[in-house]
């Protein structure tokens, strides 16, 4: 899908990075914060798993790093995000579509985090 390179969740990197954009929250915090080169950034844009992570403050200011929080953007911002994605043919990676009423499996195995790509919940059936 254009990566360069992928690793495991939670796996050593090869060499620490410049930068992390972090939107999971306390399930990759710490691995996020160990993976940075000193003076490297992490720029919040989620905290899907929790909010509320243990800081690593030492080593934030031991390595002088950067925490930097992001919001989603601007109405104008999205509009131009959508006439990219229409130019440029782009589309979500859809895992499956389900009816609502097989929510709960799907939240299942979001939570078992071996989706690769969105969920489609549809309208129950009448």
Do not use: N
């Amino acid at each position: 899908m254009g990566a360069d390179a992928v690793f495991e969740p939670g796996a050593r990197l090869p060499e620490r990075v410049d930068a992390v954009l972090e939107t999971v929250g306390a399930a990759t915090w710490q691995h996020s914060v160990r993976s940075l080169k000193p003076g490297g950034v992490i720029v919040i844009s989620g905290a899907t798993s929790g909010d509320m992570p243990p800081a690593e403050l030492t080593r934030i200011f031991f390595l002088q790093l950067s925490v930097v929080g992001s919001t989603m953007g601007t109405r104008d911002e999205l509009a131009r995000l959508l006439r990219l994605c229409v130019e440029r043919d782009i589309r979500p990676l859809i895992a499956d579509t389900l009816p609502m009423e097989d929510a709960w499996d799907a939240f299942a195995a979001l939570e078992e985090g071996d989706v690769f790509g969105k969920y489609v919940l549809t309208r129950a059936s009448a």
